[in-house]
């Protein structure tokens, strides 16, 4: 029999059972443990693992691939019996960690993986020619004990989206492909909610939530995800996207972020007593009423852009607050953000599509609706000013 020998640090934890920590060559991982998937064999259940996910392991493998990657969380692995410690010395603490290994496609590898799973497919499939990966291994008494140990190691909470659409600004390396397309929509979610305009401290993030004694709707009330889904659909084909470098995703911060103030600002003015309300109390903030009236801000952008490209002045140049404000006006008298029944139109057999201001819901379906009601009424009204008064 061969055996890999990798220096190993022993850590006593409780009266007899010991952790491994190591650095095993990643393309080595595949050899010395498998993965087990959850199935049952009949009444028994065996195995415990989750499928792999493929678009994942396609990050991590960009990833490990990039200029200067760190993974600093082990790969977690339990070994059966035939794996052994050998100290060398000392108090016993440092030694190698011996673990069978085989060529031999009937060979049973010795360790399964408890958690890693990802990563060390990832690792398996990286164009690289070696990196070094953490493990921590312990030797199992039995299957059962592998599957406790996973289901504690996968029972933990997750880092919340808030937080890290809150850190992702402040970063420098390239994330996985969620958090990359939040990183500059978070940027300007947080120039929008700590530097001084219409929305300052009303979004909710990782560092400012309602607190006991607090009054909602000062602070943290609208949800961050809402604002984030605004910004990144404006950036792609909205009032934002003239300010956008479509070869990095980014843009102009200035002009973007005076663009959302401005149109902030007017909908404080037109809806002031909404304005003052959090989002169980009026729709208005709610996360319907942020993405149907972002919308809106697309369109009334739309329509400036359009007026003013018949003068002189830039087609860069920002919308005012005063463009915005005079637009929803009229759509006003027909906006129940927090009384009364909205009534979207006609269905098929005649009736009157209704809902009653708290029935909108945070739903694709209410959103679409609300979205699609109020850029109709838009669309039907005339200018309600004249642009070269602005």
């Keep these: 029999m061969e055996y890999l020998k990798l220096p190993a640090l022993a850590i006593?934890?409780?009266?007899?059972?010991?952790?491994?920590?190591?650095?095993?060559?990643?393309?080595?991982?595949?050899?010395?443990?498998?993965?087990?998937?959850?199935?049952?064999?009949?009444?028994?259940?065996?195995?415990?693992?989750?499928p792999e996910v493929s678009n994942h392991i396609k990050e991590i493998q960009r990833y490990i691939e990039s200029t200067d990657p760190l993974i600093p969380n082990p790969v977690i692995i339990a070994f059966d019996k035939r794996v052994s410690f050998e100290p060398s010395g000392g108090d016993g603490s440092f030694g190698f960690l011996l673990i069978p290994i085989s060529e031999d496609d009937e060979f049973e590898k010795p360790g399964f993986i408890v958690d890693g799973q990802q990563r060390t497919a990832a690792l398996r499939e990286a164009c690289v020619e070696n990196f070094m990966m953490p493990v921590s291994a312990f030797i199992a008494e039995s299957d059962a004990e592998q599957r406790e140990q996973f289901m504690l190691v996968n029972s933990t909470k997750p880092l919340p989206k808030?937080?890290?659409?809150?850190?992702?600004?402040?970063?420098?390396?390239?994330?996985?492909?969620?958090?990359?397309?939040?990183?500059?929509?978070?940027?300007?979610?947080q120039i929008l909610n700590f530097e001084e305009g219409p929305l300052k401290g009303r979004i909710k993030t990782a560092t400012n939530q309602v607190g006991k004694g607090q009054a909602e709707v000062m602070k943290g009330a609208i949800a961050d995800n809402s604002i984030l889904k605004l910004i990144d659909g404006s950036l792609r084909d909205g009032a934002l996207n003239r300010f956008r470098d479509p070869n990095t995703?980014?843009?102009?911060v200035e002009q973007i972020v005076q663009t959302l103030n401005n149109f902030w600002t007017a909908v404080s003015e037109v809806f002031p007593n909404d304005w003052k309300l959090p989002p169980k109390k009026s729709r208005l903030l709610h996360g319907a009423g942020i993405t149907a009236l972002g919308s809106l801000m697309d369109e009334i952008d739309g329509r400036f852009q359009s007026l003013i490209g018949k003068e002189v002045r830039s087609l860069n140049e920002v919308t005012p607050s005063s463009f915005f404000k005079g637009e929803l006006e009229s759509v006003k008298p027909y906006c129940c953000w927090s009384k009364g029944t909205w009534v979207f139109g006609k269905d098929s057999l005649g009736e009157d599509i209704t809902r009653r201001w708290d029935e909108v819901q945070n739903l694709s379906r209410d959103i679409n609706i609300l979205s699609d009601y109020l850029l109709r009424i838009y669309r039907k009204k005339p200018y309600s000013q004249d642009l070269l008064a602005i």
Excluded: M
Excluded at 249 to 252: K, L, N, S
């Design 249 to 252: 995703g980014e843009g102009d």
């Design 162 to 189: 808030t937080l890290l659409y809150e850190l992702a600004p402040h970063t420098d390396s390239r994330l996985p492909s969620d958090l990359q397309q939040k990183k500059f929509p978070s940027k300007i979610l």
């Design 12 to 50: 006593q934890q409780g009266k007899t059972r010991k952790l491994f920590s190591l650095a095993v060559p990643g393309k080595q991982i595949s050899k010395i443990a498998s993965i087990t998937r959850i199935k049952r064999q009949s009444s028994e259940l065996t195995g415990y693992q989750r």
